[in-house]
């Protein structure tokens, strides 16, 4: 059974820091990995997929890398705003067409 | 603007008494998925539709059911909802089952 793990619970920047956000995850033969952001009290907005033969994608300021082998995944967020704070998840897909789910990355950022 | 619509977006309802959630998408999407959210916790999926075959997670319990009317619309049924039942309640879709799931804003629950 798949399980996903995010270190750190929570994360607190100031303004205009790069950060990682960390996601592992014990099954290595997975269809693909997402990462989300959700804000308190709301939905999940999806931020990056990544395909099981991609190692990384980028959209804007987010980069997120993959690397099956090691069962680990990182969201890189560039130059970090007050708008960037929220709840970060990541999910992966294991061809079950169920995501398993971390736990989430509480980041805030400070101005 | 396509999307995944959630009503209500907040619903109160007495111990024992049944409620429904509604998910409507305008994606044209062929998998339909139904996740609970407990405070502070992951989301878990309770079941999802592949077309119109319907899919339970082996740990979801009997109380909640599922009903895919038409590929457009997806309900949730809490035949008597507990306290422990109060959670938000995410719907999502996806093209296909490794496709990007996209998600509703979610319904939060309340079990008084």
């Known amino acids: 059974k798949q399980e996903v793990t995010q270190i750190p619970a929570a994360l607190s920047v100031p303004e205009g820091e790069n950060l990682v956000l960390n996601c592992s995850f014990t099954?290595?033969?997975?269809?693909?990995l997402q990462w989300f952001r959700q804000d308190p009290g709301k939905g999940l907005t999806s931020l990056l997929l990544?395909?099981?033969?991609?190692r990384e994608q980028t959209s804007g300021r987010l980069n997120a890398s993959l690397d099956k082998s090691s069962g680990r995944s990182t969201l890189y967020i560039a130059a970090s705003q007050p708008g960037d704070s929220a709840t970060y998840l990541c999910?992966?897909?294991?061809?079950?067409?169920?995501?398993?789910f971390g736990s989430g990355t509480r980041l805030q950022v400070q101005p | 603007d396509a999307m995944v619509i959630q009503n209500p977006r907040y619903q109160v309802t007495q111990f024992g008494k049944p409620v429904t959630l509604s998910c409507s998408q305008t994606?044209?999407?062929?998998?339909m998925y139904w996740y609970q959210q407990k405070s502070s916790q992951a989301p878990k999926l309770l079941f999802h539709?592949?077309?119109?075959?319907?899919?339970n997670e082996a740990d979801t319990p009997d109380n909640f059911q599922s009903r895919r009317p038409n590929t457009s619309f997806c309900f949730l049924d809490i035949r008597s909802p507990g306290l422990g039942d109060a959670a938000m309640y995410l719907c999502?879709?996806?093209?296909?089952?490794?496709?990007?799931?996209?998600f509703g804003p979610g319904t939060r629950l309340t079990v008084t």
């Open positions: 990544i395909q099981s033969s991609q």
């Open positions: 999910a992966s897909d294991t061809g079950r067409r169920a995501l398993t």
């Open positions: 994606l044209n999407h062929n998998v």
């Open positions: 539709y592949y077309d119109k075959d319907f899919n």
């Open positions: 999502a879709t996806s093209r296909d089952s490794t496709y990007e799931q996209y």
């Open positions: 099954d290595s033969a997975i269809y693909n």
